[in-house]
């Protein structure tokens, strides 16, 4: 292939949208919001307030490995994991810049995250973009949602993946996703389309990086549990 041809290489999802929007009319694709990580003053600001009041716990490189942390239960986030538990967003998403406001404001009772009520709201927006720094996950553009439209009466679906509508033409299979049956998966390791987890934990673990979920142990160990008994 000539790297012409492999540089006017349409993407996947724009490769869907051509297909479906052969039997469905006008594909309006419209861009998700844009990653916003603040301004490099605002993260600059961040950092020096996180210096002196968060790193000790969270660490000075956001791992959640501060000097205090040994002695904490729980931990500390680990804001370079992407992870977080307080969040208006859906399980696996980031949280919003709103939900991290808010966190850092009122902090998180029975644990050892305080409460800042003296920091300035632009001070805490200030922290919350550095917050956000530490992750690449918050620089990611979020995925394109794209809207398709029904002939025959103008019904609409939005979607960020079409699934079984790109096979079988038909707008009703939008959105609709065959999953494989997960009767008698104990014995059918190792897992995943390639085979990359070789036991039931490893495949709870590779979701919960994947998709964004914090699980205890007792949580992954219940989840294996409940996999091993299908
Ligand atoms: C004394 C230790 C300590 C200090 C100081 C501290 N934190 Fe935390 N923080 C924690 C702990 C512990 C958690 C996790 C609690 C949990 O997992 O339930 C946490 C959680 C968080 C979270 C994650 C909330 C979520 O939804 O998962 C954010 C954001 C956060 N801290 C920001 C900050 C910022 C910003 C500062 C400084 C202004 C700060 N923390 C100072 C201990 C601390």
Known sequence: MTSRALGARPSLAAVAVLIVSWYVAATVPVRAQAPDIGTAEQRES???LYLKYCSQCHGEKGDGEGYASPHLYPKPRDFTSGKF???TTPSGKLPTDADLHH???VGMPYTSMPAWPHLTDAEIDNLVAYVKSFSPEFAKPDMAVYTFQRNSDGATVQ??????????????DLNKFKTPNLRGLAARAPYLHNGIAGTLLDVVRHYEVALGFVFTASEEADLVAFLTAL
């Open 159 to 172: 979607s960020t993946d079409p699934g079984r509508g790109i096979r079988s033409g038909n707008f009703a």
């Open 103 to 105: 966190i850092i404001k």
């Open 46 to 48: 961040g950092k020096k």
């Open 85 to 87: 538990k307080i969040r």
